[in-house]
């Protein structure tokens, strides 16, 4: 996969395809590979590039020497983007939507469409007293990160993934797949300070002048849907996009029905 420079961090991505430009940020414990079904759909009618973030593929591990902003991830989207035609459509899943928001503020009129599949953050909770929602996402941080303190990454990704997909989701998952989760999680750890901590207040988004669309599942985890309620009431002019089903991680295990959603804004016709 190529790689750019963004400042001393090494930022890679994988590219098909050509005409109009689709940059795609992936989920936590991902990658960019995630959005292989998209990009083998898309390929034909846009230019297609989905990078990795801080921690995955050959893109550079956050060093530590500080916590981890979601500017700091925006850099790196900034730095692809110089290498991108003047306007393009930026699109991202959970991590990748909150650090496609966060890029979203300073790109602006560079931006044909933000897609957004359940950003999540989390911090916006506390700050708007969501209670439930923020101890339910906040008890779920709190194992992760002491198991991977402990170096148990297996229990760490059991509750990581036991969270997004459902009880037993981790007992469902097989060998061959469990490896590379367990591989990406400690890039996890510090995404998980940066979501808890004091990030751009909900009024933020309202310099982002393209139109902005928000894709949910109808049986997500309180904690994200909550933040798109947030969202929805203080941008009811945003486009929001309800899937029957898949949950949180419906980008990855149900490609089937977000996928149309995405190509629906990238024709024009959502």
């Known amino acids: 996969m190529p790689?750019?420079?963004?400042g001393p961090y090494d930022v890679d991505y994988a590219e098909a395809g050509h005409d109009s430009a689709v940059l795609l940020l992936h989920s936590s414990a991902a990658g960019n590979r995630q959005w292989r079904k998209l990009v083998e759909e898309r390929s034909g009618k846009n230019r297609m590039i989905a990078a990795n973030l801080f921690g995955y593929g050959k893109t550079s591990a956050w060093p530590g020497e500080r916590p981890m902003t979601l500017d700091d991830q925006?850099?790196?989207v900034l730095a692809l983007a110089h290498f991108l035609p003047e306007r393009f459509t930026l699109v991202g899943h959970s991590l990748g939507a909150a650090v496609a928001l966060q890029a979203a503020t300073r790109l602006q009129a560079r931006l044909n469409a933000l897609v957004l599949y359940e950003p999540i953050p989390f911090y916006l909770l506390r700050r708007h007293n969501e209670t439930e929602a923020f101890a339910e996402i906040d008890e779920v941080r709190s194992d992760v990160v002491a198991a991977a303190k402990r170096g148990d990454w297996?229990?760490?990704?059991r509750r990581f993934i036991d969270y997004w997909g459902g009880h037993g989701a981790w007992d469902a998952t097989n060998d061959e797949r469990r490896a590379p989760i367990i591989s990406m999680l400690p890039a996890n750890i510090p995404e998980w300070e940066m979501m808890?901590?004091?990030g751009p207040a909900l009024e933020t988004f309202k310099v982002i002048d393209a139109p902005v669309h928000v894709i949910y599942a109808a049986n997500t985890r309180l904690s994200t849907r909550t933040l798109v309620e947030l969202l929805r009431h203080e941008y009811p002019r945003w486009h929001f996009h309800e899937i029957e089903s898949g949950g949180?991680?419906?980008p990855i295990s149900r490609p089937g029905l977000v996928n149309p959603v995405i190509?629906?804004?990238l024709d024009g016709s959502a």
């Open 3 to 6: 790689i750019i420079k963004a």
């Open 74 to 76: 925006a850099n790196l």
């Open 154 to 157: 297996e229990s760490a990704a």
């Open 196 to 198: 808890f901590g004091d």
């Open 248 to 250: 949180h991680t419906a």
């Open 263 to 265: 190509a629906g804004v």
